[in-house]
């Protein structure tokens, strides 16, 4: 009989993965970082380790969605606690100002809501052209 082995936390070993958004479908691509953060691609994934990748997003503005109004209709709401501060923004505007913001809030939606979530996702970086600082880390890495 043979045990399944799990691996420690320095035994992970992790890798920056360079995805382009452009062209891509909003949902399906977030779907797919989401897999890659959590680690559930890579034959050693446990549940309870963060043993994700780290994953660059290049031209976060050139995403695509489905549906025929959703840049106009789909709104997203802050409140600060404050009487009448709830403050709403529609997806094109968090799409042409806060890209980053936005692709966060989508992704931390399909990630654990724990301290473990919180770190995979500290592991997302997105920059809305095609270039990132990040150029020393992505020489050995996979591009996808």
């Known amino acids: 009989m043979e045990i399944t082995?799990?691996?420690?936390?320095?035994?992970?070993q992790r890798s920056w993965i360079v995805l382009d958004a452009k062209g891509k479908i909003f949902g399906r691509f977030i779907a797919e970082?989401?897999?890659?953060l959590r680690g559930k691609?890579?034959?050693?994934?446990t549940p309870h380790l963060d043993?994700?990748?780290f994953v660059i997003v290049i031209n976060a503005k050139d995403v695509c969605f489905?549906?025929?109004n959703k840049l106009a209709d789909k709104k997203y709401y802050t409140h600060s606690g404050y009487f009448g501060s709830t403050k709403s923004k529609t997806l094109a505007q968090m799409l042409d100002k806060q890209p980053e913001k936005l692709y966060r809030l989508a992704v931390r939606g399909m990630l654990p809501k724990?301290?473990?979530?919180r770190a995979m996702l500290k592991k997302l970086k997105v920059y809305t052209s095609d270039t990132h600082p990040h150029t020393a880390q992505v020489a050995n890495s996979k591009k996808a």
């Open 5 to 12: 082995k799990t691996p420690k936390q320095g035994e992970i």
């Open 33 to 36: 970082i989401a897999i890659i």
């Open 41 to 45: 691609h890579k034959p050693t994934y």
């Open 51 to 53: 043993c994700g990748d």
């Open 66 to 68: 489905n549906g025929a």
């Open 114 to 117: 724990t301290k473990l979530g």
